[in-house]
């Protein structure tokens, strides 16, 4: 009797520890808490993202490791004081993975909120570099542009343009500001001058002053690192004065498909950076494209195939390691090669979390046949070993 108690402590021993290094007995749900901006100034991008999310999970049948994924869907309203309170929540209840915000502060804060409970966060959007850099930690993965390889295709867009001199529209906040340092920098190298800067707060609404100090500045071109209202507000009032027409604005996230509509006829021939598009040309994308056409009538925005290329990536990831560890997860994921980006390759930086992939440049004009009326041309591919240093 004795001998058979031992074996079968044994058996179970082993069983138990065969668990354990699996992370855990499967759960009945793949939980996702998605925080995402669906009210003020950002919430187009929110719900753009939420149906790239979906499509995501409508084309693995909804499904990873098994189970069923559930979504909860939080509004973060890009705000870093709501985004923190709805991911303690969201941790609370034992989500398996964190995907948000839009805003930069957002996103950093609920980076930090995912690194001290050791939950995954994946990042589609938000572009501060310190994101995945000095406040950058295990957990937090970003699988979309940042400012650093947005500030060396700004640069190189200066390298082809060659202004006289620029000048340069920054919102008042620590990544824009770092952004224009290193490209202001650049300038003199250049033979480019700088003809003034202003410092707008986050959410401004009237560009009238800045626009006329433009207007008399001599500046033949502008850099404006706006983006959503900000960007739709400056550009519109610049049109209304004639300004579009007499000086070339450019942005590296200035304008997509969904604030070209917003800003009219004035967005013509304004040129930026975009971190997806439609038009790029490869298998992945086509399907996804036409799927996404499909099912909500519209081709997809930046934010929608960003965050479909994201999600997609992380749960094929979390599939091939068969397991419930979100240990696992995050190993497998840093350092990761995806070939099937949308995009064309991506491959995460061990050493950093942040993907590395090609910069596109873009100028808008007007849509042929089914393609939006004011549609982004790209004009420019930048490759990966132009925009990002080895990892040290």
């Known amino acids: 009797m004795e001998e058979t108690m031992t074996n079968f402590k044994s058996v179970a021993l082993a069983a138990l520890m065969g668990v354990l290094s699996q992370?855990?007995?499967?759960?009945?749900?793949?939980?996702?808490?998605?925080?995402?901006?669906?009210?003020?100034?950002?919430?187009?991008?929110?719900?753009?993202?939420?149906?790239?999310?979906?499509?995501?999970?409508?084309?693995?049948?909804?499904?990873?490791?098994?189970?069923?994924i559930e979504v909860s869907w939080e509004d973060g309203e890009a705000n870093p004081q709501v985004t923190l309170k709805k991911g303690t929540r969201l941790i609370a209840d034992d989500v398996h993975l964190l995907v948000g915000e839009a805003s930069s502060p957002a996103t950093l804060a609920l980076s930090k909120l995912a690194g001290r409970r050791k939950v995954p966060l994946l990042n589609t959007i938000s572009a501060d570099e310190r994101i995945t850099g000095s406040e950058?930690?295990?957990y937090t993965?970003?699988?979309?542009?940042?400012?650093?390889?947005?500030?060396?295709?700004?640069?190189?867009?200066?390298?082809?343009?060659?202004?006289?001199?620029?000048?340069?529209?920054?919102?008042?906040?620590?990544?824009?500001?770092d952004l224009w340092g290193k490209v202001k920098d650049s300038l003199p190298g250049l033979g480019i001058g700088v003809a003034g800067e202003d410092y707008p707060p986050l959410g401004n609404k009237d560009y009238a002053v800045i626009v006329n100090k433009i207007a008399n500045s001599g500046?033949?071109?502008?850099?404006?690192?706006?983006?959503?209202?900000?960007?739709?507000?400056?550009?519109?009032?610049?049109?209304?004065?004639?300004?579009?027409?007499?000086?070339?604005?450019?942005?590296?996230?200035?304008?997509?498909?969904?604030?070209?509509?917003?800003?009219?006829?004035?967005?013509l021939g304004v040129f930026s950076g975009v971190r997806y598009h439609y038009s790029y040309k490869n298998e992945q994308n086509s399907k996804f494209v036409a799927a996404y056409k499909e099912k909500f009538g519209e081709?997809?925005?930046?934010?929608?195939?960003?965050?479909?290329?994201?999600?997609?990536?992380?749960?094929?990831?979390?599939?091939?390691?068969?397991?419930?560890?979100?240990?696992?997860?995050?190993?497998?994921?840093?350092?990761?090669?995806?070939?099937?980006?949308?995009e064309g390759v991506k491959t995460m930086r061990s050493c950093n979390n942040q993907a590395e992939q090609i910069g596109l440049m873009a100028v808008v004009g007007r849509g042929v046949g089914d393609q939006p009326e004011l549609t982004m041309q790209i004009v420019e591919e930048f490759p990966a070993d132009a925009l990002f240093t080895d990892c040290p």
């Open 299 to 342: 081709v997809p925005s930046v934010f929608a195939g960003e965050a479909y290329d994201g999600l997609s990536w992380f749960l094929d990831t979390v599939e091939a390691t068969g397991s419930w560890d979100k240990e696992a997860w995050v190993d497998a994921f840093s350092g990761s090669t995806r070939d099937s980006s949308i």
């Open 141 to 177: 993965f970003r699988t979309s542009n940042d400012f650093g390889m947005e500030t060396q295709m700004t640069i190189s867009y200066y390298e082809t343009a060659r202004p006289k001199s620029v000048y340069a529209v920054i919102p008042d906040v620590g990544a824009a500001r």
């Open 136 to 138: 950058g930690n295990r």
């Open 23 to 68: 992370g855990a007995v499967a759960d009945e749900a793949f939980h996702i808490g998605a925080i995402l901006p669906f009210s003020g100034p950002y919430a187009f991008g929110g719900e753009a993202a939420k149906a790239g999310m979906q499509m995501a999970i409508d084309e693995r049948g909804g499904k990873v490791l098994g189970v069923p």
């Open 219 to 267: 500046a033949d071109s502008v850099l404006a690192v706006l983006a959503g209202g900000d960007a739709v507000n400056f550009i519109k009032q610049a049109g209304e004065v004639g300004l579009t027409g007499k000086v070339e604005i450019f942005g590296p996230t200035l304008l997509e498909e969904l604030t070209a509509a917003a800003v009219g006829e004035a967005s």
